[in-house]
């Protein structure tokens, strides 16, 4: 027997990506929380994060339900518990890279649309090997590789990196999650200075299983 699972989202309402949205999922008008009502069949979760501009936080309780229904999406999604703070696992899925971490002692799981990992990488492709880049210059790079223009400034049209960088969300979403797929495989380091360095000859899609601690 086979079904399609329907992702429900709560988002504020977004005027600027609002017909795109629509063509992907169904809307409606939460009046008592105020809040965008969305549901997304599975198949074009990817697409709508990257309109919504947000990273997908998903409780493992959840996750854990849905493998008693179905496979896992990729090996090793089972993640086994750590003690330790600041523990990183990555694995690749059809759509998403799905990232667990342990923030406050607590397990974090993360969606990171493919195509953002896929820009950040194709970014970093254009510097020489070993060359330090500065993360907000990698970052507008990033953005404009994704054609997203809301982190510019009105007048001059350039990148506020102010802006990007203090929009927590869009920040994990665009740049620094993407970076630790990156780093996790052996493409990048990203220094504690901020810099950013490509130290790997080509950045490769594959299903290998990136486990490390986080910095």
């Known amino acids: 027997m086979t079904t399609q699972i329907i992702v429900r989202l709560e988002t ?37 994060i990257a309109l919504l501009g947000h990273t997908i936080e998903i409780d493992p309780n959840d996750l854990k339900l849905l493998s008693n229904y179905a496979p896992p999406i990729g090996p090793g999604f089972s993640v086994p518990r750590y003690k330790s703070k ?11 890279y799905v990232i667990k971490t342990l923030i406050n002692k607590e397990e974090k799981t993360y969606l990171v649309p493919i195509e953002n990992v896929q820009a950040a990488a194709n970014v970093i492709t254009s510097y ?17 590789e994704l054609g997203i223009i809301r982190f510019d400034r009105l007048v001059s049209g350039t990148f506020d990196w102010a802006k990007f960088f203090g929009n927590r969300k869009d920040y994990y979403n665009y740049f620094y999650l993407p970076m630790k797929v990156l780093e996790a495989k052996h493409f990048i380091k990203h220094h504690k200075n901020g810099r950013v360095e490509r130290v790997k000859d080509e950045f490769t899609e594959n299903e290998i299983i990136c486990t490390r601690r986080a910095a």
């Open 128 to 144: 020489k090997k070993f060359t330090k880049v500065k993360s907000s210059t990698v970052a507008e790079r990033i953005i404009r």
């Open 86 to 96: 600041g523990f990183v696992r990555i694995t690749k899925a059809p759509k998403v």
């Open 12 to 48: 504020k309402y977004n005027q600027t990506n609002f017909k795109q949205l629509l063509e992907l999922g169904r809307y409606e008008w939460d009046r008592f929380k105020k809040r965008a009502v969305w549901t997304f069949p599975l198949n074009n979760l990817r697409r709508a």
